[in-house]
């Protein structure tokens, strides 16, 4: 297995960036020979900005980007470029053990300041094993304005071995002043058929279910498999794909506007169970709390316990607003299928499953009717990214689709 068969329908960027990890292994091997060797000319750069749509995988490519600078294969040369899958350079990189490779993501809303210099520091340090320090920043457009202005040091003036890998969902997203010092890679949303061929062979889906998650989600690889793998994740969507036959007088609006908030109220605390507990454990663990004392801590570290629990409030939030926005995403297919049937397009229904809700929903509407109700949807969206209260927001988009 090489380390882009996780990389679905990219077949240019697989090209760019093995061409950069050829590169970047014959300036390591020339260093190594005493040979001069330097980056510039060459197609490996120290600064990426992976850009791309939700699904499309931006950090997939990173992280495999960023094994294949750490290929040790005796055969990588022969084999045309670095990257085997194999070696213990590839797999401790994909995995998450190696040392000279740092991934950074975020469950919180933002990346601050402090959690940045951090980075920076480590950013600094010559590689353990002599050859390259890799930096996957996945959630670069969650950067603070501060946070990426003690970046932008970094990227400009990069250690001699640091390749600083920046994943985004568009260049927007990004300061100009940081994209403009890293070279571009955009990524695009695979199609379903390869999203689907993945889903079988990587994780054993049977390929009906695979064929029907892959088009669910439009292509996004990682809600393709989570759907595909978590029965609950299906029964929240299926509830979803309900609400426009439920929205026919106000009550039934508030009622579905508070199901929504629920739900995603729900996931949130699904994600806490699952990892709020473990990390307590390993820190209480940590700070010295002593089997025998009833699990007291010593003095001076509650500080620390209570900014774990800041630390996972806010996760709570962030779970709860992208369990929202998926369901507003899901909501929008469902609109985009009645458009397409009105229209009489002939285009690949995402939600077969619901047809008989959506030809219900087409036959009784206008095609223009359900284009303010797509852009109720977005206005929601919005009014979320605001900081609107969440009920109020689904509120005024469930009255609003019941409007038409």
């Not at 740092?102 to 959690?115: A, N, P, Q």
Request: hydrophobic share 45%; with cysteine; proline share 4%.
């Amino acid at each position: 297995m090489a380390v882009w068969d996780d990389l679905v329908g990219q077949d240019r960027v697989i090209e760019q960036l093995s061409a950069a990890a050829r590169d970047a292994d014959a300036l390591v091997t020339a260093e190594a020979a005493g040979e001069p060797a330097e980056l510039s000319g060459s197609r490996m750069t120290h600064a990426w900005l992976f850009t791309g749509p939700p699904g499309s995988g931006r950090a997939t490519a990173a992280r495999a980007f960023a094994a294949a600078l750490q290929c040790l294969s005796p055969d990588r040369a022969l084999s045309g470029a670095p990257g085997c899958g194999f070696c213990d350079g590839c797999h401790t990189a994909l995995v998450g053990t190696h040392a000279d490779v740092e991934v950074v993501r975020t469950d919180l809303l933002s990346i601050g300041v402090k959690e940045t210099r951090d980075l920076v520091r480590r950013a600094q340090l010559s590689p353990a094993g002599g050859r390259w320090q890799v930096i996957v920043l996945e959630d670069a457009d969650r950067l603070t304005e501060g946070a990426g202005n003690v970046l932008l040091k970094a990227v400009e003036e990069p250690a001699p071995r640091t390749v600083w890998l920046l994943c985004a969902p568009s260049l927007e997203d990004v300061l100009p002043t940081i994209r403009s010092r890293c070279r571009s890679l955009i990524l695009r949303t695979p199609s379903a058929e390869a999203v689907a061929e993945v889903l079988v062979r990587r994780d054993g889906i049977a390929p009906e279910l695979a064929a029907q998650c892959a088009r669910a989600t439009q292509g996004h690889i990682g809600r393709a498999r989570r759907l595909a793998t978590d029965e609950r994740a299906r029964a929240r969507r299926a509830a979803v794909l309900r609400l426009p036959l439920r929205v026919a007088d106000l009550g039934g609006c508030l009622k579905a506007a508070q199901e929504l908030i629920d739900a995603a109220a729900e996931d949130a605390k699904q994600v806490a169970e699952e990892i709020d507990a473990k990390e307590t454990e390993e820190l209480r663990a940590a700070l010295g709390a002593a089997a025998g004392t009833g699990g007291r801590l010593p003095r001076g570290t509650a500080g620390a316990m209570k900014e774990l629990q800041d630390k996972q409030k806010r996760r709570a939030t962030r779970t709860q607003r992208d369990s929202l926005d998926l369901a507003l995403t899901d909501l929008t297919g469902f609109y985009r299928d009645v458009l397409a049937i009105q229209l009489g397009s002939g285009v690949q229904l995402a939600n077969a499953e619901a047809r008989e809700a959506l030809d219900r929903i087409a036959r009784d509407s206008r095609p223009e009717a359900t284009l303010r109700r797509i852009e109720a949807i977005s206005a929601c969206r919005r009014a979320l990214d605001r900081n609107v209260a969440p009920l109020l927001a689904v509120e005024a988009m469930t009255v609003a689709l019941r409007a038409g």
